[in-house]
C-alpha cells in the first residue's frame, strides 16, 4: 500500500504526503511510524530510493526525505 | 532509521505543526505525542525484529512480535482495553490501599521510644450484679501507686 500511495503521489513523494494519500484511501487511521519504518524497510530491500531534500524554513531547517517515484517498486540493486 | 532520516521526520511534524490552525500549546502537545509514537513505533520494530524466534513455520513469532500483535488488538478493541484497564486500576488501588492499613495498623512499629514496653492497664469490679471492667488512666495508676 505504502508504494501504491509513493505512484499516487507522483511527483512529490514524502512522508506527509505519502501518509496523507494512505488516510485518504483507507477506511481508518494510520499511524505515521508504520509509514516511516515501512519506507525504511521498502528502501533497505531496495524497492525504492529516498533522497534528502535541501533544508527549509518552513520546516525549521530540516531537510525532507523525498522518494522519487520512478524508483517505487523497481529493484535499485 | 539513522540520524538524517530522524531529521526529516522532525522536519516532516514541525511542517504540519506549523499548518495546523489551534493553539501554540495544543500545537507543541501535537507536536511531541505524534514525535514519541513514531519513536515508540520504531522501538517496538526494533524490539519486535530483534526479538523474532526463527521457526521455520513463521519469522514472525517470538515475544516482540506476541507484543505487537497485542498492541494492536488492544488498540483495535477500545472498549475492552478501557474496561481492562479500569479493572487493572481499581485492583492496584484496592491492593495498595489495603497494605497502606496492614502497614500502619500491623506493621510499622508506634512512633515512641521503646514502644514494646507500652502496655494497657485495665481495672475490674467484681460485684452480685457482675463484674465492669476500664481502661485506667494516668492519674488512676499515680492513686493506686500512692
Known amino acids: ?77 | 532509521m539513522d540520524s538524517r532520516i530522524a531529521d526529516s521526520v522532525i522536519g516532516d511534524l514541525e511542517e504540519l505543526r506549523r499548518r495546523r490552525s489551534g493553539s501554540a500549546f495544543r500545537n507543541r502537545l501535537w507536536f511531541w505525542t505524534t514525535a514519541l509514537g513514531i519513536l515508540f513505533h520504531a522501538v517496538g520494530r526494533r524490539i519486535a525484529a530483534g526479538a523474532a524466534f526463527r521457526s521455520p513455520r513463521s519469522a514472525s513469532n517470538g515475544i516482540g512480535g506476541d507484543f505487537c500483535h497485542a498492541v494492536r488488538l488492544l488498540r483495535q478493541h477500545p472498549g475492552f482495553t478501557t474496561t481492562a484497564m479500569l479493572i487493572f486500576a481499581l485492583g492496584i488501588g484496592a491492593n495498595t490501599t489495603v497494605f497502606s492499613v496492614v502497614r500502619a495498623v500491623l506493621l510499622r512499629p508506634l512512633p515512641y521510644h521503646e514502644p514494646e514496653r507500652l502496655v494497657f492497664l485495665w481495672n475490674g469490679l467484681e460485684t452480685r450484679q457482675g463484674s465492669s471492667h476500664g481502661v485506667m488512666t494516668g492519674r488512676h495508676v499515680a492513686e493506686v501507686g500512692r
Open chain 1, 1 to 77: 500500500m505504502v508504494l501504491l500511495a509513493v505512484l499516487q503521489t507522483r511527483d512529490h513523494a514524502y512522508g506527509v504526503s505519502i501518509h496523507e494519500e494512505l488516510e485518504r484511501h483507507t477506511v481508518r487511521g494510520v499511524a505515521r511510524g508504520a509509514v516511516y519504518m515501512t519506507l525504511d524497510r521498502l528502501e533497505k530491500k531496495g524497492l525504492l530510493t529516498s533522497m534528502l531534500s535541501e533544508p527549509t524554513a518552513e520546516r525549521g531547517g530540516r531537510a525532507t526525505r523525498c522518494v522519487p517515484q520512478w524508483t517505487a517498486g523497481l529493484p535499485t540493486r
